[in-house]
């Protein structure tokens, strides 16, 4: 029973940043290894970061890899996502999620925010 609400998106212009947040509900947030996802129209959902439940291993697919940076607080039920020197081919919707230890789905998920990023 966790519940991801995703903040931060906007508008941006190339070569900017953004913050992004994702806040948890309940106290199994620590328990959960967190994600960000996004998609841009027409296009599958395509996986940006990964964080072990204890913050000690990220993850990023080359695309992302040098430019976002995923962190989380679980004081605060919360995970980041860091993001810089954004191009127009990051707009999507980012979507948080989150999956048991042990298990590789991510079950639980957020609504989503839009990222658009100008030329």
């Known amino acids: 029973q966790v519940q991801l609400v995703e903040s931060g998106g906007g508008s941006v212009q190339a070569g900017g940043s953004l913050r992004l947040s994702c806040a948890a509900s309940?106290?199994?947030?620590?328990?959960?290894?967190m994600g960000w996802f996004r998609q841009a129209p027409g296009k599958e959902r395509e996986f940006v970061a990964q964080?072990?439940?204890?913050?000690?291993?990220?993850y990023y697919p080359d695309s992302v890899k040098g430019r976002f940076t995923i962190s989380r607080d679980n004081a605060k039920n919360t995970v980041y996502l860091q993001m810089n020197s954004l191009a127009p081919e990051d707009t999507a919707i980012y979507y948080c999620?989150?999956?048991?230890?042990?298990?590789?789905?991510?079950?639980?998920w957020g609504q989503g925010t839009q990222v658009t990023v100008s030329a």
């Open positions: 999620a989150g999956r048991v230890t042990g298990l590789n789905k991510y079950a639980y």
């Open positions: 309940g106290r199994t947030f620590s328990s959960l290894i």
């Open positions: 964080i072990t439940w204890s913050g000690d291993s990220t």
